[in-house]
């Protein structure tokens, strides 16, 4: 997700204002998430592509955290923790050239039985 000028690269790390980068993602995110479920609401999720590297990405993300079970709520607090961070940041970086803008952040809902709302999202920056 791209906030600047097409093909123009963005280094969350060296952002001067890092809090209005943080907005105007969530901004963004909300319009995806919007799009997201309007196409949810007319394919199961399981079947859903987006891009051509979604399977692979979701079979790397079950064998680097297998303990993550997808019908569960999120443990955000574990998740954000210190090690949850880095375990997370660890994974990310294999999709540094691969995928555009890998590391501005990931929206999910914190429990896949409810739609998007404001206490079901949980919002992670890299």
Sequence with gaps: MSLGPAGLSMNPEQAEN???????FAVKAVEHMMTYWKLLEGIR???LRLTKMDDDIYDNFKQEFPEFDVSE???EDKMKSKEGKEKWRNWMMKYEKIVEDYNFGT???SNPKFEYGEK???FGAS
């Design 18 to 24: 890092f809090e209005d980068m943080e907005k105007q």
């Design 45 to 47: 999720g399981s079947k």
């Design 73 to 75: 709520t999120i443990d």
């Design 107 to 109: 929206m999910l809902r």
């Design 120 to 122: 079901e999202t949980i």
